[in-house]
């Protein structure tokens, strides 16, 4: 049986590593998004560069 202080402690310690992991999905979202971007411009300029 575990003390509530350290279960108090873990739940912190998750919280913690909850907000981290968001922060990266949400880092990975952007990096994701602007790289689509980016490849979408590069897919006009070739297309202009075709034609």
């Known amino acids: ?6 279960r108090q ?3 912190f310690g ?12 949400k880092g990975l ?4 998004l602007s790289f689509r971007k980016g490849a979408h411009q590069l897919h006009q300029i070739t297309k202009y560069n075709y034609y």
């Open 29 to 32: 979202e952007n990096s994701i």
């Open 9 to 11: 402690s873990t739940t």
């Open 14 to 25: 998750n919280l913690k590593v909850h907000r981290r992991l968001r922060r990266m999905e």
């Open 1 to 6: 049986m575990a003390s509530p202080i350290m």
